[in-house]
């Protein structure tokens, strides 16, 4: 099931050109064994039923939008949407079976329908409208992903119980995410082996002109093509959507280029003519094992993503090399071909099996009870405030002799559910997270307490899920004494700004109540401009110098985090800290510096650092059995010029 038939322009003599021509014509397949070889010997909890099935659950999203995506490749088109309308596709069915109140079948036909109407605008604009495949579906990218804000209003929809279902398994052990994934991979298949628009597909990636001059309505073909990714695009989004039990507006960010990935690892040509949808799977499925594999070693999720772009420059290399050894690509295959492509794969599963059964007796008895193990998967690391909890928890867990994996999810709720279910299946003695949101974390949550494995959730709770302990400062307090801060600041009067943080995360929804209700108090105070600015420092700069061109009389600034603060610092220049005061929230290392330096006034502290430590300990005592407190808070503080010197976050 790996990358594209292949015919040899010239002889392989003997057993060893026999073997280099099986190993060639099959080098997605050759990788993916290698990887599952080798992540059985490394790590004892690869070769798991649970992992081995959450390997498929992982992959089941990006195998889905891989599939849409290689009809488009093999046309030698591109498209870059199909993230964003899945997205969008998932929040039309949240809305349509909550908010509108239709039946959930109607609603999953929506959301369908969702895609097709993105496809056949992609369609529209590529052949008709002569727009490069590129730009077209690079502006349906932000079309769609801005529609799903608008109707989620930026928050989660959480899913009825009989959509979220999809995400559960049949009969207690086979994943629906993998059923429609093997369902979607046979149609697929079907569509390009035997119909007549997937002979199509091939011809106009070969020579789109010849296909025309031929008889070919590529115009037509095209839209097809581009609307068959959207339907693709709409089911993984269904299925996203289920496995976190709600709609995320941000959801399925940048899986486009993982699912591009996935097509041409698994040996289709982006220059067009050439894939299979089983190399797509193979191609995904090597993603899946790469990132599980890696998470199970604790390798930092930087370096993850340095490795996942190593193996695809070295599968377009190799693509390269082999067609230099003499092997040309064809669409498709003869029977005998078929025949022969059947048994290399049932060689390889045999292989396989062997070497891996092999390499289990090397963890007999090698695992230790002595340390205990604990796993803490962050919402992310690309904030100098998570950094702090991931320094703190560290700290503690040295101090006690604890082995605590860290990682990292990037803000992707569906990252960290795939984590977090591989936490899970490693046996760690307790779980630590800071959900990215607390809806999508549940039922990840849920399996760990099914596995009877203590839970500590730290600076976000988890809903409709059961957790030891929740360690956490109060975000909606918090904004409100933000917002205190700079209207006492003032006088009780005057034009300020708000930068909020990142859409659809729930410290950006929280900590924006917690302001509007603190200022509730202060009739005097005029907020001119609401922004989002994404809890980033360039962001900051960005949105406050367009707002500054709006509002020059602006006289104070409440940002949701610290980085975005600092950022509005930079575009205020001189006015920072003089005739515009600046309020953050987190109290990071730079903010602490910022309001030493006079430049920002206030930051509201959480002490990171602390709800890492404290978060840890908690863990320890659920690990052993003690009683730990349902919620543990720590104290948020204003930290200004008079008291910074005394504060340690």
Same mark, same amino acid.
């Given at each position: 099931m790996a990358t594209d038939t292949l015919k040899s322009t010239t002889g392989a003599g003997g057993a060893s050109g026999g073997l280099r021509r099986l190993l060639l014509d099959n080098g997605a397949l050759t990788a993916l064994i290698v990887l599952v070889i080798a992540m059985s010997a490394l790590s004892g909890d690869f070769l798991t039923t649970d992992n081995l099935l959450n390997v498929g659950v992982q992959a089941a999203v990006t195998a889905i939008l891989a599939f849409g995506v290689t009809f488009v490749i093999v046309s030698?088109?591109?498209?870059? *949407? @199909?993230?964003?309308?899945?997205?969008?596709?998932?929040?039309?069915?949240?809305?349509?079976?909550?908010?509108?109140?239709?039946?959930?079948? !109607?609603?999953?036909? !929506?959301?369908?329908?969702?895609g097709i109407v993105c496809g056949l605008v992609n369609g529209i604009l590529i052949s008709y409208g002569k727009l490069p495949p590129f730009i077209a579906t690079l502006a349906m990218l932000s079309v769609a992903r801005g529609l799903s804000l608008v109707i989620s209003e930026g928050s989660p929809i959480a899913l009825p119980d009989s959509v979220s279902h999809l995400g559960d398994t049949l009969g207690g052990w086979l994943p629906v995410p993998v059923l429609v994934m093997i369902v979607m991979g046979l149609i697929a298949a079907f569509v390009l082996g035997r119909t007549y628009i997937g002979r199509?597909?091939?011809?106009?990636?070969?020579?789109?002109?010849?296909?025309?001059?031929?008889?070919?309505?590529?115009?037509?073909? +095209?839209?097809?093509?581009?609307?068959?990714? &959207?339907?693709?695009?709409?089911?993984? &989004? @269904?299925? !996203?959507?289920?496995?976190?039990? *709600?709609?995320?507006?941000?959801?399925?960010? &940048?899986?486009?280029?993982?699912?591009?990935?996935?097509?041409?690892?698994?040996?289709?040509?982006?220059?067009?003519g050439t894939g299979k949808a089983s190399g797509t799977l193979v191609g995904a499925l090597i993603l899946a094992v790469l990132r599980n594999g890696l998470n199970l070693l604790n390798v930092s999720a930087f370096w993850q993503q340095v490795v996942i772009g190593v193996v695809i420059a070295l599968a377009v290399l190799f693509d390269t090399l082999r067609r230099k050894a003499g092997a040309t690509p064809v669409a498709g295959a003869s029977q005998g071909g078929k025949g022969k492509q059947a048994a290399t794969y049932g060689l390889a599963a045999v292989v396989t099996v062997a070497i891996v059964g092999a390499t289990s007796f090397l963890h007999n008895g090698s695992a230790s009870a002595d340390k205990p193990t604990m796993g803490l998967s962050l919402s992310t690391l690309n904030n100098p405030f998570f950094v702090q909890i991931r320094a703190g928890a560290q700290a503690e867990a040295k101090k006690l002799g604890i082995d605590l994996t860290v990682t990292d999810a990037q803000n992707d709720a569906s990252q960290q559910a795939n984590q977090l279910q591989n936490f899970t299946s490693s046996n760690l003695g307790a779980i630590i997270v800071n959900p990215v949101d607390s809806d999508a974390a549940s039922n990840s949550v849920k399996a760990a307490d099914k596995a009877d494995i203590?839970?500590?959730?730290?600076?976000?709770?988890?809903?409709?899920?059961?957790?030891?302990? !929740?360690?956490?400062?109060?975000?909606?307090?918090?904004?409100?004494?933000?917002?205190?801060?700079?209207?006492?600041?003032?006088?009780?009067? &005057?034009?300020?700004?708000?930068?909020?943080?990142?859409?659809?995360?729930?410290?950006?929804?929280?900590?924006a109540q917690g302001f509007a209700n603190g200022l509730k108090a202060y009739p005097g105070i005029q907020v001119v401009a609401q922004q989002p600015a994404d809890f980033d420092r360039t962001k900051g700069l960005d949105v406050m110098s367009n707002l500054l061109q709006a509002h020059p009389d602006v006289q104070g600034v409440i940002a949701a985090n610290d980085e975005m603060a600092?950022?509005?610092?930079?575009?205020?220049?001189?006015?920072?800290?003089? *005739?515009?005061?600046?309020?953050?929230?987190?109290?990071?290392?730079?903010?602490? +510096?910022?309001?030493?330096?006079?430049?920002?006034?206030? *930051?509201?502290?959480?002490?990171?650092?602390?709800?890492?430590?404290?978060?840890?300990?908690n863990a320890l005592k659920a690990l052993q059995g003690k009683d730990v407190e349902e919620t543990v808070k720590v104290p948020v503080k204003v930290v200004t010029k008079e008291n910074v010197a005394g504060f340690s976050g």
């Open positions: 030698a088109g591109i498209d870059l *949407s @199909v993230g964003s309308v899945a997205a969008l596709s998932a929040t039309v069915l949240a809305w349509s079976a909550t908010s509108a109140g239709v039946p959930v079948f !109607l609603a999953v036909l !929506l959301a369908i329908a969702t199509s597909m091939y011809a106009i990636g070969g020579n789109e002109e010849a296909a025309r001059l031929s008889g070919l309505r590529v115009k037509k073909q +095209k839209l097809a093509i581009y609307a068959f990714s &959207g339907v693709f695009a709409a089911v993984a &989004g @269904v299925v !996203l959507a289920a496995r976190l039990s *709600s709609a995320q507006p941000q959801a399925a960010d &940048g899986y486009e280029l993982d699912a591009i990935a996935a097509v041409v690892i698994g040996g289709a040509s982006l220059a067009g203590p839970v500590i959730a730290v600076d976000r709770t988890v809903n409709k899920a059961a957790v030891d302990t !929740l360690v956490a400062s109060d975000n909606v307090a918090g904004g409100e004494l933000a917002a205190k801060t700079i209207a006492d600041k003032l006088g009780g009067k &005057g034009k300020v700004v708000i930068l909020q943080g990142q859409a659809g995360t729930s410290a950006a929804r929280e900590r600092l950022g509005a610092i930079k575009a205020l220049g001189s006015k920072a800290g003089k *005739s515009v005061s600046v309020v953050g929230f987190d109290g990071t290392p730079d903010g602490l +510096k910022a309001v030493e330096g006079g430049t920002l006034y206030a *930051s509201v502290a959480q002490q990171p650092s602390h709800l890492g430590k404290i978060a840890v300990d």
